[in-house]
């Protein structure tokens, strides 16, 4: 089993819907999370951080976490096609450690 | 402020020769990390750096693979006697300390002929 596994996609999304991405993390005293995004070519770049149990909005963007359940999830409500890029799952594997990295989920939005 | 800059942004090298990646931090960034992505896949870790201090080489490839930290600031990643398979882009990160938010260079596009 993979430490943070994600869904490889691609994931396509009508323009104007809710996509949904998902990634679960088997280590369970992991305490952050991070969702990044990379498009074609580019580097990775920061989206969201959480750190609790729950939903964290900003913007257009909400992330979920549920550590009783190991799952972290990134929402991205009014997808545009300017969303579709490689979404990056990572997680820390205890607070002296670097990011242990998911392989990514490809999104598409069609417009 | 200024990123993260990573040079050259484009390396071609024949079979067999050196090559010296380079990485700048944002400045004040204790933590520094290299990763290597081939085309359409995901982030393979590589080596980071706590100050000048390399806690964990597990990712290394081989040992043909080696990198450096001097003054807690720019790090150098070299791979000696290149082969094809090192084609890939290295990816250089920064954070202000573990395990903080990551922020990523441009890369360097490695192409070994």
């Known amino acids: 089993q993979k430490e943070v596994e994600q869904n490889s996609g691609p994931l396509s999304v009508p323009e104007g819907a809710i996509a949904s991405l998902n990634c679960t993390y088997s280590?369970?005293?992991?305490?952050?999370f991070f969702w990044y995004r990379q498009y074609s070519g580019k580097s990775p770049e920061l989206i969201m951080s959480?750190?609790s149990n729950g939903d964290k909005e900003d913007g257009r963007f909400t992330a979920q976490l549920n550590k009783a359940s190991q799952y972290v999830s990134l929402l991205i409500r009014d997808s545009q096609p300017s969303d579709s890029a490689t979404y990056l799952c990572?997680?820390?594997?205890?607070?002296?450690?670097?990011?242990?990295w998911g392989a990514g989920t490809k999104l598409i939005i069609k417009p | 402020g200024a990123g993260v800059s990573q040079s050259p942004s484009n390396k071609v090298t024949e079979k067999g020769k050196d090559v010296e990646l380079r990485c700048d931090p944002i400045?004040?960034?204790?933590?520094l990390y290299w990763y290597r992505q081939s085309l359409g896949q995901g982030l393979e870790f590589l080596i980071y750096?706590?100050?000048?201090?390399?806690?964990?080489k597990s990712g290394l490839p081989s040992d043909r693979f080696s990198a450096e930290r001097t003054g807690g600031s720019v790090s150098t990643l070299t791979i000696q006697r290149t082969q094809q398979e090192d084609s890939a882009v290295y990816l250089c990160a920064s954070s202000l300390s573990l395990p903080d938010t990551q922020y990523f260079g441009p890369g360097t596009r490695l192409t070994v002929l």
């Open positions: 750096f706590q100050g000048n201090s390399a806690p964990d």
């Open positions: 990572a997680v820390n594997k205890d607070s002296n450690y670097q990011l242990i």
């Open positions: 280590d369970r005293v992991s305490q952050s």
């Open positions: 959480i750190y």
């Open positions: 400045s004040g960034h204790t933590a």
